[in-house]
């Protein structure tokens, strides 16, 4: 037991962790790629890039991304549950200080001159590479990514697939502002970019992998599948080829991005565990995809 909390508390540092690094990384691309280049990108980043645009550059863009994400919060607590809202929260506090911090350091001053496209491209592949990796700690950075959160968690959307339909809203109406096309050429090219590579880091968690776990602890390690991850599994009765003695298989099917806690879990019950991951191809029924006819 003991060995379990210390390895719960190592993953849980290393997810927060995750989320700073990712914040960071998201905060600086943002200021020093994109809005001092006078683009609007998606999300609620962009609807605060407005703000301070139309402001003249009286609000800073993070303030208002922390007032606004408060409010999501707030409304988002009953459907994602306090576990998700602690790391969004989190989250929400990291990126708003991530984000004052490069605002103070820049100034509103691109890193590339002359260079608006190259800066978009530059910007987007940072921005979407910070998301993945909070994303990928089973964190949020409030936003829009509450709202595809959300959909994520119910229906089997990609999480940068969510994000995609806020985004065209978003930078769509900055046209009432500046009146160029140009820039909202380049605020599409940002969201594109940014969500294919989120979705890239994330690296496919929306498949489905089969796990055959060979274990003389098949029991704990079934009971807490069920319990802990909610997924239903299989025990089936094997017979080893070379010792002739009965074993016992969990088979398990889970999504992708549960492939880490699987591993985790089996990890703490039994190191010495024989493990089989395999990807495959549509898994239909309850808790994955269903059956189209």
Request: glycine content about 10%; overall charge positive.
């Amino acid at each position: 037991m003991i060995l379990t909390k210390k390895n719960k508390l190592y993953f849980t540092i290393q997810d927060y962790v995750m989320i700073i690094v990712g914040t960071i990384l998201y905060g600086f691309s943002f200021n020093a790629f994109i809005l001092s280049n006078g683009i609007v990108t998606g999300g609620v980043s962009g609807i605060c890039a407005l703000i301070y645009f139309a402001t003249n550059h009286l609000i800073p863009v993070s303030a208002s991304y922390f007032v606004i994400n408060i409010i999501l919060l707030l409304v988002a607590l009953k459907i994602l549950g306090l576990k998700f809202l602690i790391r969004t929260i989190f989250g929400v506090c990291s990126l708003s200080a991530s984000l004052s911090f490069f605002e103070w350091l820049l100034h509103g001053t691109p890193l590339l001159h002359d260079q608006p496209f190259m800066s978009i491209i530059i910007g987007a592949f940072l921005c979407g590479a910070g998301l993945g990796l909070v994303f990928s700690a089973n964190g949020s950075t409030g936003g829009t990514d509450i709202v595809a959160a959300v959909i994520n968690k119910y229906k089997n959307i990609s999480i940068g697939r969510a994000l995609l339909f806020c985004d065209f809203f978003i930078i769509g109406s900055s046209f009432f502002l500046f009146h160029d096309v140009e820039k909202i050429v380049f605020g599409f090219v940002e969201m594109f970019v940014g969500n294919y590579v989120l979705d890239m880091v994330l690296n496919g968690n929306r498949q489905s992998v089969q796990f055959l776990i060979f274990s003389q602890k098949y029991d704990e390690i079934a009971d807490r599948i069920i319990h802990e991850l909610h997924r239903g599994c299989t025990i089936l009765d094997g017979v080893g080829g070379y010792s002739r003695k009965p074993v016992k298989v969990v088979v398990l099917l889970a999504k992708k991005s549960e492939s880490v806690t699987i591993f985790r879990l089996v990890k703490q019950i039994d190191h010495q565990a024989f493990i089989s991951q395999s990807i495959v191809r549509g898994v239909y029924g309850e808790g994955f995809e269903q059956i189209r006819t």
